[in-house]
């Protein structure tokens, strides 16, 4: 089955980025002159969807009046003959179906991508963590490659990178086996490990595409660490019942959700140049 929505999951307080993020969600933060969101959607959109659904709390309603026309503006832009300019405004609101739902309580990765349920329904579906961009080595869209493993193999997939020792304990974390060029079957996921207790480097890059069943295994995750659900543990057990596989990134995955991060995906993504 195609797969022609994603999930971005945009509702977190962004504490790290604080005190801008107390009025403007970093969603919105530039990078390379572009918003954040803006690179997040262009990836799905490069993938194949057709239907964005933003996971946004409240205060957060910025993020998609962004996509929305505005008509003022654009009355504006024609009389004043900035053809350019609206043309440049009119592919953004152009780019896709943009539906919001409401996490009202952040209750976690898990709990966000839960939220978005009836806005999916049966159907497969990508979930693109709204405050990470990537850099696929080619300047494709790297979740078009887990969109064509997925269908390549019928089995739900998780985008990875190796991550250093020390980084371990920070992120989710799938052990399995390459069965062919990057492509792996999953053994196990585990959030947060400690190095001691994982045979494995590869971290969860902020990328995922689903089969609907998730949804069920999220709905039956019991609220774990600080009251959270994590997404982790309903991926284990759709391990356990559908199969995992994974795609290991060729690229670089910018976390803009912490001031080091914002500033590292701006002087090294205005180093590349991806035919723009
Ligand atoms: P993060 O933990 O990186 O985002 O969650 P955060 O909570 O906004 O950041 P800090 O730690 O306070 O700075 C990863 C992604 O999951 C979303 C976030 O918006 C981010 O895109 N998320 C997280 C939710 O949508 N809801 C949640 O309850 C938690």
């Not at 604080?18 to 997040?40: A, D, M, N, Y």
């Not at 900035?82 to 919001?100: G, N, P, S």
């Not at 349920?117 to 709204?130: H, I, Q, R, S, T």
């Not at 590869?202 to 600080?226: D, I, K, M, W």
């Amino acid at each position: 089955m195609r797969v022609k929505k994603a999930v971005v999951p945009a509702a977190g307080f962004g504490t790290r980025m604080l005190p801008i993020t107390s009025v403007v969600p970093k969603e919105l933060l530039p990078v390379c002159g572009r918003p954040v969101i803006q690179h997040v959607v262009q990836e799905a959109v490069a993938a194949g969807i057709t239907e964005v659904i933003l996971v946004l709390s409240e205060g957060k309603e910025a993020v998609a009046d962004y996509f929305r026309p505005n008509k003022k503006l654009a009355e504006q832009l024609l009389r004043t003959g900035k053809h350019a300019e609206l043309q440049q405004l009119e592919r953004i609101w152009d780019m896709a179906k943009i539906t919001v739902v409401y996490q009202q309580e952040q209750l976690g990765l898990g709990h966000a991508v839960l939220c978005a349920k009836d806005a999916v329904g049966n159907e497969p579906f990508a979930v693109l963590l709204g405050d990470c961009i990537i850099q696929s080595d080619d300047c494709g869209s790297f979740t078009k490659k887990l969109v064509e493993a997925f269908g390549s193999y019928d089995r739900s997939v998780v985008g990875v990178e190796p991550v250093d020792e020390c980084l371990i304990q920070r992120y989710g974390i799938f052990e399995g086996a390459e069965f062919e060029d990057n492509v792996f079957h999953g053994k196990r996921v585990v959030e947060k490990p400690d190095p001691s207790q994982t045979d494995s480097n590869l971290a969860f890059c902020a990328r995922y595409v689903f089969s609907p069943a998730l949804f069920q295994q999220l709905e039956n995750t019991q609220h774990g660490l600080h009251n959270e659900i994590q997404l982790t543990d309903a991926m284990q057990k759709l391990l356990e019942t559908e199969g995992l596989n994974a795609v290991k990134l060729e690229g670089e995955r910018f976390d803009v959700g912490d001031p080091k991060g914002l500033l590292y995906a701006n002087l090294s993504m205005m180093e590349i140049h991806c035919g723009e």
